[in-house]
């Protein structure tokens, strides 16, 4: 019996450095499917864009978005970030605020393109209802206030099932709604099962199968440098816990975006 464990732990151990060994193979940040391509030009086959990533809390961006944000930073993309709270659940919402520009600073992003609210009505917390009108409205104004033509945002469940992402999504939606789509491309993260979200860079191997096999618009975005995502999420002092460390280390999303048109 010891030694049928023992056969699973090496098989295991070889499987994670196989997978690591397949996300260094990648010369730098990488699309999968290459073609089509992720982005189209814009009008005057302008091809760089002003992305604006819309998270619920200080963190989101580093312990979910990181492989996102380093491909279209290798892109030339113009990245600003608009988090809706300050996340202040614990009452450490000015630190946490803080420590959200120094992440960003470590991603690349300068701190005049970020953006953190602390409106009344947004206030972190599982049993806070946030109005999808107000993220609407407030996404509409970043918006017209960056000149954005991409947003990336959360899918409706949200990566975790936290209702404040949860929210986010739907607030993109009704503005998406409200604006007629016009000339705004929009992404959504997709969430994963339990399995695949704690598979590491093991999930690769699956992301990879279905985003060149899917006939819809989805997209792997790979993250050659994992080191980058964990400087990122260690910017954020307050949340360094051990079970975040955990998190960030076997996490799929350290690794790997999956990214599906909203």
Known sequence: MGFIWMAFAAGAVLVWAMSLGRIFTFPGPACVPASPPFLHPLRGDRRSRNVLLVIAHPDDESMFFAPTILFLKSKGHNIHVLCMSQGNADGLGITRKEELYLACDTLKIPCEQVKVLDHPKLQDGFHEKWDHGLLAELTMEHVQLWAINMIVTFDSYGVSGHPNHQDVHHGICKFLHANGQGNIEAWELASLNILRKYSGPVDIWLSLLISSSSKQPIYT??????????????????????????????????????????
């Open 221 to 262: 975005l790979v993250n050659s440098s994992p080191s980058r995502s964990y400087e990122a999420m260690a910017a954020h002092r307050s949340q360094w816990v051990w079970f975040r460390r955990l998190f960030v280390m076997f996490s799929s999303y350290t690794y790997i975006n999956m990214l599906q048109k909203v």
